[in-house]
């Protein structure tokens, strides 16, 4: 059972006019089958909060941990290991290289993670469960967006993912499709995995267990309007 714990995470840029402080003491505790939707302002902080935990940034202060394993000390092969295997990125623009067919884009994660044995087969059971299996030998520019999307979450999963950190993935989409990919998200949650899922769109942010704001820095559950 999978456990992510975020401890006072801190996270400060240096501008042209002194040092500008976007995260400011972000704590939190995810388990296995826990699902978290972050809303707030652009420019809060919510993309940098997804690369801290994601490790694709480090935090100035704090610190991020998955189960017993401190995320923010890794380097080299294990940081490598971590977003390869346990974490899966989902991001507004699908990010599905062009030359590659669907099929061949969700692979590809398992050669830099050298998970290959089954992989093919395993990513060709993706794309069916995510209703695209007829469009495994097409090329981006050959399917819509919902569908470039869906061959997203199927590259983010083929490695068996514990966490799916998921920034504005239905931002690009019409409300149908985005409805349709946070369809296919939620019940992974059934399947051990922590999901949070950075978007603007409040109804989408409604369906998650949690729904917290980033604002001025400090992460807090969303206080609802009262008018």
């Keep these: 059972m999978a456990v992510l714990t975020l401890d006072g995470v801190v ?28 809303v707030g302002p652009s420019g809060s902080g919510k993309s940098t909060l997804l690369n801290c935990i994601g490790a694709l940034d480090r935090p100035t202060l704090g610190t991020v941990r998955l189960d017993d394993g401190e995320v923010t000390t890794l380097g080299g092969a294990a940081l ?17 290289l062009p030359q590659l067919t669907a099929w061949e884009n969700v692979l590809l994660p398992t050669l830099a993670a050298g998970t290959r044995e089954g992989a093919a087969a395993r990513a060709r059971q993706l794309l069916e469960r995510m209703g695209i299996a007829e469009r495994a030998d097409a090329f981006p ?6 569908e470039r999307q869906r061959a997203a979450v199927a590259r983010a999963l083929v490695n068996g993912a514990d966490l799916l950190l998921c920034d504005e993935p239905t931002g690009n989409l019409d409300r149908a499709a ?10 992974l949650a059934v399947e051990g995995v922590i999901i949070i899922m ?27 309007d009262p008018t």
């Design 11 to 38: 996270k400060d840029f240096a501008g042209p006019r002194g040092v500008l402080r976007v995260l400011d003491g972000v704590s939190l505790t995810l388990s296995s089958g826990e699902t978290a939707a972050i």
């Design 80 to 96: 490598a290991a971590y977003r390869a295997t346990h974490v899966g990125f989902i991001f507004q623009d699908h990010h599905l």
């Design 141 to 146: 520019a050959q399917m819509s967006g919902g």
């Design 178 to 187: 985005g409805e349709a990919v946070v369809d296919l998200l939620l019940p």
């Design 198 to 224: 950075v978007t603007h769109n409040r109804e989408l942010a409604a369906r998650f267990g949690r729904v917290l704001e980033l604002r001025a820095g400090r992460l807090s559950p969303l206080q609802e």
